[in-house]
């Protein structure tokens, strides 16, 4: 198939990338960085005004993967306006220009699991209500609904991802990137909230297949999936499990204090995942040993 991913210098893009040519794909990329190597499969994108327009009118697409936006709770509250345009008003953009150029090409919107704030029952699943505690859940939720809008009036074949806690090579913001920069000044380290706050944690290498299992699988009805491997993980034990790789005892104090637009517990229901053939190949503690690996090889 060939392939557009959106934001393909970032995390989960480049991981794609990677990932997506090894299985044999035609990648075609966009972002808005300079990229002087790649001339012919690279579209450089506005940062300022994003027009996506030229993209689809030169080249003849299958999926186009969203791997861009911005992905901070703290920022969205900080920033509200910026994360709207990014998150929001550039999927409209995108979802337009396909609508115009290229109606059968499908759409894959990475959304998050920052949709549902704090369920209201464990494991959450995509038909309970979402209830979004942060500007970034809301952005997101919305960007869900234009979505439905295109596939419900103008038929172009979309669906939306609620990516919960991701993580691995490429990562450099978030819990265990923090932990690591943190472990280089101190052995004695303090982390907000209680420790008994929980993720549903999902591995780079998890998750490009599990995107790639959509594009192939998924019924692009405006449907949102869960992408998660639907096991709740307390952050005291994430913490420990990634600090067991690390040559120097650090301990770790919780604060007890709360951020603003951080949830409490997260668990996934993927039984829509896993019927589109799904199975997880990284436990938490071969995944964060990989990403350690990865830290090490940087310094």
Request: proline residues 3%; hydrophobic residues 35%.
């Amino acid at each position: 198939m060939k392939f557009l991913i959106i934001g393909s210098k970032g995390f989960i893009g480049s991981n794609l990338v990677n990932f997506s040519n090894n299985e044999g794909h035609q990648v075609f990329e966009a972002d808005v960085v300079v990229d002087y190597e790649k001339q012919d499969n690279y579209f450089l994108v506005d940062a300022t005004n994003a027009n996506y327009h030229a993209i689809f009118e030169q080249q003849s697409l299958d999926v186009c993967i969203n791997c861009a936006g911005a992905a901070s709770v703290p920022d969205s509250i900080k920033q509200p306006h910026r994360d709207f345009q990014l998150n929001t008003v550039n999927v409209f953009k995108l979802l337009d220009a396909i609508r115009h150029y290229q109606p059968e090409c499908k759409y894959i919107n990475l959304s998050s699991a920052a949709v549902y704030g704090n369920p209201q029952r464990l494991p959450v699943n995509e038909r309970d209500e979402a209830n979004a505690i942060s500007p970034y859940g809301y952005h997101k939720k919305m960007s869900e609904q234009i979505c439905e809008e295109f596939y419900r009036f103008f038929k172009v074949k979309t669906c939306s991802l609620r990516i919960f806690s991701a993580y691995g090579e490429g990562l450099r913001k978030q819990l265990f990137w923090d932990l690591a920069q943190k472990a280089q000044k101190a052995t004695e380290i303090r982390l907000f909230g209680t420790g008994y706050e929980s993720r549903d944690f999902i591995y780079i290498g998890d998750l490009v297949r599990a995107i790639l299992l959509v594009a192939e699988n998924a019924k692009f009805h405006g449907e949102a999936i869960n992408i998660a491997n639907g096991q709740e993980v307390t952050i005291q034990e994430a913490v420990k499990t990634f600090y067991s790789f690390f040559d120097k005892k650090i301990n770790v104090n919780f604060s007890g204090e709360s951020r603003p637009g951080d949830p409490n517990n997260w668990q996934a229901d993927i039984q829509q995942l896993i019927s589109l053939g799904y199975k997880s190949e990284f436990t938490l503690e071969k995944g964060l040993q990989n990403y350690y690996e990865w830290l090490k090889k940087r310094d």
